[in-house]
């Protein structure tokens, strides 16, 4: 269970995420952005609800994050302590910038 | 103390054309000082507008010990919506229900249940002050029906004479005592379902300063129960009872067969008033003295509570409480059962104490052997922690599964249940959960392709503080994922490889993490502590 809450224009974007960022619904978060991100040169995902990442939701944000090296900058605000956790085990923290 | 109360009447209409002269007037029948506890009788209030509830908050702030009783419907739903209910005491006019001629359907300790109309019962209370406990009774039941245990909700306080009672749907139910009664071939399926419902309400973590203690309630009764004993006993058992650590787990408090219904095809806790927080133990010498410790000179005294005799209580007890520890070594069940009894016994000669003049013969005699029984007990036992004597269960728990994607949910709902118990941070179920998705996924993925397969998961939680090890068995190809290098994790995004991190992840997050291929099968192991 994913719920993804999107908010876009003037080329920013904010992403909301609240539940489990796994498996099964890491397509759905890779699926949102890719209807999103064209054009868009600023990406901030809040993740204050966001209560799980496995390595497969890590995934769709590195693609994420390649891709808005390109385009322009992503955030990640309000991550959780767990989060932040897997962000440090996995070295995500240093690709990623978290607010 | 030292306040005094004054009953002052509400009535008609309190709005803007009227607030300020009733305010007077309820200031004059107050008099001067503040202390005063007024109390609003508002049974024949009809309406109050913002105008009138200002004059109610003059007088909150002036007399902080205001209530408000007897409020109708109608108001009280003003007084809910505006906030006031939670500012401070207000009584709903009660209902008045007559229970003459009722069918009686139940009764205990501490008053009758009443069956008012097809669908309706009313459980009453003997005491006339019975308010207090009945809002208790409703509140710790609406938190327990929150926190996941099946149990029935009074929706309703009615007056039934001088006191009060809640009203609770009719349930089509029939409680295990008479499933016992009158179908004793029924024994082990009771005793199945009856534990599964104890060890659930005991996996519960009950949030802090919600329930009162069990060690705290045993201890008052310990210390009470220590001048019947010889010097240095009573010291010993009040020790002993100190070292039982506290725990949030919820326990019922009187888990006994007619507490436990059957509905339909669900199984259902009532009567939750005694609720609390606290070690098993606590529960378990009430559920002896159920069975065994009040009927312990007189068995008859079982047949009338329970319904059935003393050696279907007995058979029933020891089956149970077998099952609870997940023993069926004897050794370890009765070593158990005397660390419970030492608490039991000290409960019953306190109850007795408290509750009878002793002046019958059968009483007097039933004291003197609770209270033998307990001195022969603490000469023999020096603890009453009852974690040696619990078993795992052999082998764990264990769930086999097609390797699929689509079974990851259930394969992660099945190993929370099983770490329930053992009550792990959100922390650690997280990193759990990543390990086991990321392991059952590989095996979903490569183990059958392109064919398909089962997976066995298999979870054990021991030792203390416990520790977890979560067990993935398949017959594919064997494949060692442990083998595969890291990934270097200081690298850019850019230079990123998206392959390994799963792996990499599970082997940072659990203590241990072994492969090994033996009889055909792959057998992934992740350990970690809770």
Redesign the interface.
């Known amino acids: 269970m994913l719920n993804i809450r999107r908010n876009a224009e003037n080329g920013k974007a904010l992403f909301a995420l609240e539940g489990r960022l796994?498996?099964?619904t890491a397509p759905d978060l890779e699926q949102a952005l890719k209807e999103t991100l064209e054009g868009v040169t600023e990406l901030t995902l809040d993740m204050e609800k966001l209560?799980?990442?496995?390595?497969?939701g890590?995934?769709v944000l590195?693609a994420a994050?390649?891709k808005m090296?390109k385009q322009g900058k992503m955030k990640l605000i309000r991550v959780g302590?767990?989060i932040l956790?897997?962000f440090e085990?996995?070295?995500?923290n240093?690709?990623l910038t978290v607010e | 103390m030292g306040t005094r109360q004054i009953i002052v009447p509400l009535s008609g209409r309190i709005d803007s054309g009227n607030a300020a002269a009733t305010e007077r007037q309820i200031l004059e029948q107050l008099g001067p000082g503040e202390a005063v506890s007024p109390v609003l009788d508002a049974e024949k209030l009809e309406y109050i507008s913002s105008a009138g509830l200002r004059v109610i908050l003059h007088l909150k702030k002036r007399n902080p010990g205001l209530r408000i009783t007897n409020v109708s419907s109608q108001v009280y739903e003003i007084l809910e919506m505006t906030g006031f209910t939670e500012m401070m005491p207000v009584e709903k006019a009660w209902k008045v229900v007559s229970v003459e001629g009722c069918e009686v359907i139940g009764e205990g300790f501490k008053g009758r249940v009443y069956r008012i109309d097809r669908d309706t019962v009313v459980k009453t209370y003997k005491n006339a002050d019975a308010l207090e406990e009945i809002r208790h009774e409703r509140e710790v039941a609406r938190l327990a029906l929150i926190l996941g245990v099946p149990t029935a909700i009074s929706y309703d306080v009615v007056r039934v004479g001088d006191s009060y009672g809640s009203v609770f749907e009719l349930l089509n139910a029939r409680s295990f005592a008479k499933i016992l009664a009158e179908e004793p071939e029924r024994m082990d399926w009771c005793v199945k379902e009856y534990v599964d419902l104890l060890k659930k309400v005991h996996s519960i973590v009950v949030p802090r300063g919600k329930l009162p203690s069990g060690k705290e309630q045993a201890l008052i009764f310990v210390r009470r129960v220590k001048e019947c004993l010889p010097e240095g006993y009573g010291d010993k058992l009040e020790r002993m009872v100190q070292e039982i650590p506290e725990s949030d787990h919820m326990i019922h408090g009187d888990y006994h067969t007619k507490n436990i219904v059957l509905s339909g095809d669900e199984v259902l806790l009532i009567d939750m008033d005694t609720l609390a927080v606290g070690d098993p133990i606590f529960e378990l010498e009430q559920m002896y003295n159920s069975y065994l410790g009040f009927s312990a000179y007189n068995p008859q005294i079982v047949k009338d509570f329970q319904g059935f005799d003393r050696e279907t209580a007995e058979a029933f007890w020891k089956k149970s409480l077998r099952a609870y520890l997940n023993t069926a070594d004897e050794g370890k069940a009765e070593a158990a059962e005397e660390r419970i009894r030492c608490i039991s016994y000290a409960d019953l000669i306190d109850w007795k104490r408290r509750y009878s003049d002793l002046a019958d013969e059968e009483d007097r005699e039933t004291l003197a052997l609770w209270t033998r029984e307990l001195i022969r007990l603490l000469d023999k036992v020096d603890s009453l922690d009852l974690r040696p004597f619990m078993e795992e269960r052999a082998g764990g728990d264990e769930l086999e599964v097609e390797a699929s994607g689509g079974n990851l949910a259930r394969v992660q709902a099945f190993v929370e249940e099983c770490l329930k118990t053992a009550g792990c941070s959100l922390k650690t179920q997280m990193h759990i959960g990543v390990a086991v998705e990321e392991i059952f996924m590989n095996i979903a993925e490569y183990a059958y392709a392109p064919g398909k397969g089962s997976a066995i998961v298999r979870v054990e939680v021991s030792g203390s503080p416990a520790a977890a090890v979560i067990t993935f068995i398949d017959r594919g190809t064997p494949y060692d994922p442990l083998a595969r290098t890291d990934p270097d994790v200081s690298l850019p995004a850019e230079e990123r490889e998206i392959g390994g991190l799963g792996v990499f992840m599970t082997k940072k997050l659990m203590d241990d993490v072994a492969y090994e291929y033996r009889d055909g099968q792959n057998i992934l192991t992740l350990k970690k502590q809770l």
Not at chain 1, 51 to 56: G, L, N, R, V
Not at chain 1, 89 to 92: I, L, M, S
């Open positions: 796994d498996t099964v209560e799980y990442i496995s390595s497969a890590l995934r590195l994050q390649k090296n302590e767990t956790e897997i085990v996995t070295g995500f240093e690709i």
